[in-house]
């Protein structure tokens, strides 16, 4: 993995230029102040033709156990991905990253998927988008499936909207799980540069609307569904 240390205050326009050449920021803790650039010598991407859905999982998407959300709360969404649980014990985001992505947020260039039950934030994720390329930067869950739900919510929308790219920075047993894969960096690089090119439309549905779960299954493809339940 290469690290490059910030020397000098990074701007919202120099985040998304690093984005579009394949670096993103990262903090050693909450509490350390400073910032590096990394850039992974394999990356992890999810698929978009491949996002695995496991029986038990596509149940509770179509059934709609959570209420999906998107853009409602981004605070709270940072808040939960900046949480300790479980076995994450630190977390990368410290006070510099939390303005820089709201400040995205607020030019439309951050998004966030919601998982909430009985008006409760249980889960959810957030991430960048760039062109037909979105990428995901952490995600959290307090309740069984929560985040995978959001995973699936966020593939479906992006698939409906042109996206070709779904950036998952490292891939984790849990992402692996759910279908992502690693590339080489020059392999990422290009797929990279052709999706920066390539306009795509993430509100393809609308801010204001609930997608139903049966819905946004129908936006992925039916041979994933066929996985074996986790």
């Known amino acids: 993995m290469s690290r490059l240390r910030d ?12 984005y579009s050449i394949g670096l ?22 999810f698929p978009l033709d491949n996002i695995v859905i496991s029986r038990s999982l596509a149940k509770t998407v179509r059934t709609d156990v959570f209420e999906v959300r998107v853009d409602h709360d981004f605070d709270a969404v940072m808040d939960g991905c900046a949480a300790s649980y479980g076995d994450r014990e630190k977390t990368w985001i410290n006070d510099r990253i939390r303005r820089l992505y709201r400040q995205l947020f607020d030019m439309g260039r951050v998004h966030t998927v919601e ?20 990428f995901g930067e952490s995600m959290f869950h307090r309740r069984t499936d929560a985040s995978k739900v959001a995973l699936l919510h966020l593939a479906a929308r992006l698939r409906q909207g042109g996206f070709t790219l779904l950036d998952a920075q490292f891939v984790t047993p849990h992402l692996a799980s759910l279908g992502a894969i690693e590339v080489p960096k020059d392999v990422y690089r290009r797929r990279l540069a052709e999706a920066v090119a390539r306009p795509a439309d993430f509100w393809v549905w609308p801010k204001e609307r609930r997608v139903p779960g049966a819905e946004a299954l129908a936006a992925l493809p039916k041979r994933d569904r066929a996985a074996p339940s986790a």
């Not at 020397?7 to 690093?18: H, P």
């Not at 994720?125 to 979105?134: E, K, M, P």
């Open 7 to 18: 020397q000098l205050e990074i701007t919202t326009d120099i985040l998304l230029r690093a």
């Open 24 to 45: 993103f920021p990262m903090a050693e803790s909450a509490d350390d102040p400073n910032l590096f650039w990394v850039e992974p010598e394999v990356r992890g991407i």
């Open 115 to 134: 998982a909430w039950s009985d008006g409760v934030l249980v889960g959810g994720l957030y991430g960048v988008r760039l062109g037909s390329a979105f």
